[in-house]
């Protein structure tokens, strides 16, 4: 097969190896000589260019010739978009060995050691006082988180158990229900008040997570923070929902 005329100064190929089973995808100039182009190839498929064999196979993955000439230049092969350069390794690797890498020896480094290091970003944080090593922005941090739930705390305080009441949460329409739980919880930090809504308006059962708080219908039960409930004499409302 003889080449005719050349489209374009570089074109892509499809790269293969005898060492994986994936492909990539890559553009190399023609003007490469096969030597040169070996080289590049090294940091595509892992092997050493004086141990590659190419060879060159069309779009229909039909064998087109060797690349064995390494003085020649890659565009005086039959090379055009869309061919397949396939890597044959002869360093003695096998196949994968260059996939796996739980076998490459990783480096480890003690706490003890990285505390050590001056060039760390451990140590960096620590002499600009950014993030966890701000002992002012920390102390504040805490001061605020201290703060809201003592608010919650007084909120929640105010929010007997058994009574009615109306949620008015920020973006939805006012509900009703009962309050049936007041107090922390594992599933998110903070105070929180568990309501039974008079219809299915709600996300569970009165559990969270395969812990009960309290008993309902399940879409009846919703958590919500204190300062969205309040309690009074709010009688039931028929929304319509059983009807639909």
Request: glycine fraction near 8%; proline fraction near 5%; include cysteine.
């Amino acid at each position: 097969m003889e080449v005719t005329g050349l489209s374009a100064p570089t074109v892509t190929v499809f790269i293969s190896s005898s060492l994986n089973s994936f492909r990539s995808e890559k553009r190399y100039s023609r003007s490469l000589t096969i030597a040169e182009f070996k080289c590049k190839l090294e940091l595509v498929v892992g092997s050493p260019a004086s141990c590659m064999e190419l060879e060159l196979y069309g779009p229909d993955d039909k064998l087109y010739s060797k690349l064995d000439q390494e003085d020649a230049l890659l565009g005086s092969y039959p090379v055009d978009d869309g061919c397949r350069v396939h890597v044959i390794d002869h360093s003695g690797a096998r196949l994968g060995e260059y996939e796996d890498v739980s076998k490459v020896e990783k480096y480890q480094i003690s706490q003890e050691a990285y505390d050590q290091r001056q060039d760390s970003v451990r140590s960096f944080l620590k002499r600009s006082k950014l993030g966890r090593y701000n002992e002012e922005e920390r102390a504040q941090q805490e001061a605020e988180a201290t703060q809201r739930l003592n608010e919650e705390k007084t909120q929640a305080r105010a929010i007997p158990v058994g009574s009615r009441c109306e949620v008015r949460a920020p973006g939805q329409p006012p509900r009703r229900g009962t309050v049936m739980y007041v107090g922390l919880t594992d599933f998110k930090p903070g105070y929180w008040v568990g309501v039974r809504y008079d219809e299915p308006l709600g996300k569970n059962d009165g559990s969270v997570n395969g812990k009960r708080y309290f008993e309902c219908q399940a879409k009846y039960g919703a958590f919500v923070k204190p300062s969205v409930v309040t309690v009074g004499d709010f009688p039931e409302e028929d929304y319509g929902l059983d009807e639909m």
